[in-house]
């Protein structure tokens, strides 16, 4: 079974400081994506990377940064918290030719 | 463009009760069809897929039928559990980019009493 482990399950922070949230992979998959939930208004992709040091930004990736230094891991940076990106981060990779994504169990990331 | 409209929720269900939640889909080129379900505190999993027209996907009492004519994929089960309670999202795949994008819809929330 594919296994997507996000690092931190619930994370509290003040306005303007750095959050890094991590996930980690370990099918050996070459896609791997950051997605946001907000009530009412599904997933939307933030960045997805294809291949480690590649990067794509998706529909909203203003304000987050990403990080593909190994294949395994994929890092979502908020270099400036802000209280608008309270939410659920779920962090995904995709099966190959299937298209169908895996994903963790989420970060609930709360910003005062 | 591509979209996955889904009716909105909450849907609230006696147990035993007989479940569709509705799901359309706008796209170019022939998409993958998805249904992922999330359980409280939890994330999205898999719950079935169909590849092509006509395909149905099933799976723990679940259907869903692609139909190309209508443009849905509407998911079906016949006698639901309180154990079903959770989030549903509707979703197609498109190969756009040089990747398979997925595009979800806004999800249904599902609760179940006994």
């Known amino acids: 079974d594919v296994k997507v482990t996000q690092s931190s399950r619930y994370l509290v922070k003040r306005t303007g400081e750095k959050v890094f949230l991590e996930c980690v992979q370990d099918m050996d998959h070459e896609n791997m994506f950051w997605y946001r939930q907000d009530p009412g208004l599904g997933l939307r992709l933030i960045y997805f990377?294809?291949?480690?040091?590649?990067?794509e930004k998706g529909d909203i990736p203003e304000g987050y940064s990403v990080s593909r230094e190994k294949k395994e891991r994929f890092s979502l940076i908020l270099e400036s918290a802000s209280t608008n990106q309270t939410s659920m981060y779920l962090c995904a990779t995709q099966g190959f030719n299937t298209g169908e994504l895996f994903f963790g169990e989420g970060s609930r990331l709360t910003v005062l | 463009g591509n979209s996955v409209t889904q009716m909105e929720g909450p849907v609230t269900l006696s147990e035993e009760a007989f479940l569709t939640i509705n799901c359309t889909y706008t796209a170019t080129g022939y998409p993958s069809l998805f249904w992922y379900v999330q359980y409280p505190g939890e994330g999205l999993q898999l719950l079935l897929k169909a590849t092509k027209a006509d395909d149905k996907g099933s799976n723990k009492g679940f259907e869903a039928t692609y139909r190309k004519e209508t443009t849905s994929f509407h998911l079906e089960k016949g006698s639901v559990q309180v154990s079903d309670s959770a989030v549903y999202f509707c979703?197609?795949?498109?190969?756009?980019?040089?990747?398979?994008?997925?595009?979800f819809g806004a999800g249904t929330r599902l609760a179940v009493h006994p």
């Open positions: 990377s294809y291949d480690v040091k590649m990067k």
């Open positions: 979703a197609l795949s498109v190969y756009s980019g040089g990747y398979n994008k997925l595009i």
